[in-house]
């Protein structure tokens, strides 16, 4: 027997993946239900090659009859209806930022810190941030081993990640371009065609940005508080995939053989990296892949034990769909979801 499902948010690009990847797993389900504002009711999604989920209402859904639901809406909208279905007995996974810092909401990648979800006490669990996801998936075999002191990281994020707004300004912009007609930004700050714009979410006071914040205090939470993290993050023309140049600081010893040897033990990370043209990962490269892919590994000869290294990973698959369907799976397999009646 399987779950019955909600995938709220199911319109978007998030939600659109996350009914895909549940799919392509054969994640076990008895029904399945999309979720979305009213303004998009009646739409219609596959769901596989034989069947079509026409969206339904979230305002008015009851999710007293279902096991788990998968959100991917705004912040503001998980706040109403997150805990509104944990209280209907129904297990939430979160993709928005509205309760990952949480003291009492596991923040969880599954190859890093499934251990969390024994600490579920609300019947929410929050998915992290796309760039902190692939990051930290890429650190954890390393932390293991010789300890982070420090990372800074500069990221490279597509346009996805401001959702499908955000892709059809590129590609509205990118065509202007070349017919020399003006397009005024209107998801992003600046125009995104042909540039690169190193801003993401709110400034905040002490002159970061909101996302860099996240990768921070994410990390933190996630692998552990003692890590010192900086970050810059910059939106660039790419439709899918985040790419990002990570520099780690370590307390102990550590060579690039070891590093290695460390990523080739660890679930989710393929490294690809042949020190000659085109022997890396790019982010055309790595679209539709689960895995997260580093290149350019390297000593960092400034700090005492230092690494460089290129991680790339499609967004809307690891950074978003995958790994809450991921940590679905987890919940199934640590017992830790169960049926509802019939």
């Given at each position: 027997m399987g779950y019955r499902v909600a995938v709220v948010g199911a319109t978007g690009a998030v939600g659109r993946e996350i009914i895909k990847t549940l799919v392509e797993r054969d994640f076990p389900i008895t029904d399945i239900v999309a979720l979305a504002?009213?303004?998009?009711?009646?739409?219609?999604?596959?769901?596989?090659?034989?069947?079509?989920?026409?969206?339904?209402?979230?305002?008015?859904?009851?999710?007293?009859?279902?096991?788990?639901?998968?959100?991917?809406?705004?912040?503001?909208?998980?706040a109403v209806h997150a805990p509104r279905a944990a209280a209907a007995g129904c297990i939430v996974i979160d993709n928005t930022s509205q309760f990952r810092m949480e003291p009492d909401v596991p923040l969880v990648i599954p190859e890093v810190n499934p251990q969390a979800l024994h600490k579920m006490r609300r019947g929410i669990i929050a998915n992290p941030n796309c760039s902190t996801i692939q990051m930290v998936v890429a650190l954890k075999p390393l932390h293991d081993r010789f300890k982070i002191k420090r990372v800074v990281v500069a990221t490279y994020q597509s346009v996805s990640g401001a959702g499908k707004e955000g892709m059809d300004e590129l590609f509205t912009q990118t065509k202007a371009s070349f017919v020399n007609d003006p397009a005024a930004p209107q998801v992003f700050t600046k125009p995104i065609a042909f540039n690169c714009i190193p801003h993401i979410d709110k400034f905040m006071e002490d002159g970061s940005t909101k996302e860099e914040w996240k990768m921070v205090v994410e990390t933190k939470k996630i692998l552990d508080p003692d890590i010192a993290l900086h970050a810059t993050c910059v939106r660039v023309p790419v439709f899918i995939g985040h790419s990002e140049a990570v520099n780690v600081e370590?307390?102990?010893?550590?060579?690039?053989?070891?590093?290695?040897?460390?990523?080739?033990?660890?679930?989710?990370?393929?490294?690809?990296?042949?020190?000659?043209?085109?022997?890396?990962?790019?982010?055309?490269?790595?679209?539709?892949?689960?895995?997260?892919?580093?290149?350019?590994?390297?000593?960092?000869?400034?700090?005492?034990?230092?690494?460089?290294?290129?991680?790339?990973?499609?967004?809307?698959?690891?950074?978003?769909?995958?790994?809450?369907?991921?940590?679905?799976?987890?919940?199934?397999?640590?017992?830790?979801?169960?049926?509802?009646?019939?």
């Amino acid at each position: 027997m399987g779950y019955r499902v909600a995938v709220v948010g199911a319109t978007g690009a998030v939600g659109r993946e996350i009914i895909k990847t549940l799919v392509e797993r054969d994640f076990p389900i008895t029904d399945i239900v999309a979720l979305a504002s009213a303004r998009s009711v009646g739409q219609e999604i596959s769901f596989g090659e034989k069947r079509v989920l026409k969206v339904q209402n979230l305002d008015t859904f009851d999710f007293s009859k279902t096991d788990i639901a998968l959100f991917s809406p705004s912040a503001a909208i998980s706040a109403v209806h997150a805990p509104r279905a944990a209280a209907a007995g129904c297990i939430v996974i979160d993709n928005t930022s509205q309760f990952r810092m949480e003291p009492d909401v596991p923040l969880v990648i599954p190859e890093v810190n499934p251990q969390a979800l024994h600490k579920m006490r609300r019947g929410i669990i929050a998915n992290p941030n796309c760039s902190t996801i692939q990051m930290v998936v890429a650190l954890k075999p390393l932390h293991d081993r010789f300890k982070i002191k420090r990372v800074v990281v500069a990221t490279y994020q597509s346009v996805s990640g401001a959702g499908k707004e955000g892709m059809d300004e590129l590609f509205t912009q990118t065509k202007a371009s070349f017919v020399n007609d003006p397009a005024a930004p209107q998801v992003f700050t600046k125009p995104i065609a042909f540039n690169c714009i190193p801003h993401i979410d709110k400034f905040m006071e002490d002159g970061s940005t909101k996302e860099e914040w996240k990768m921070v205090v994410e990390t933190k939470k996630i692998l552990d508080p003692d890590i010192a993290l900086h970050a810059t993050c910059v939106r660039v023309p790419v439709f899918i995939g985040h790419s990002e140049a990570v520099n780690v600081e370590f307390h102990n010893p550590i060579t690039v053989a070891e590093a290695r040897a460390a990523w080739r033990d660890a679930p989710g990370v393929i490294v690809m990296d042949t020190r000659e043209d085109g022997g890396y990962i790019t982010p055309i490269d790595c679209a539709g892949e689960d895995n997260i892919f580093i290149s350019r590994v390297r000593k960092d000869p400034t700090v005492e034990h230092g690494l460089a290294f290129w991680c790339v990973s499609d967004n809307l698959r690891k950074g978003a769909a995958l790994n809450a369907v991921q940590i679905a799976e987890t919940l199934i397999a640590m017992n830790l979801l169960t049926r509802k009646a019939a």
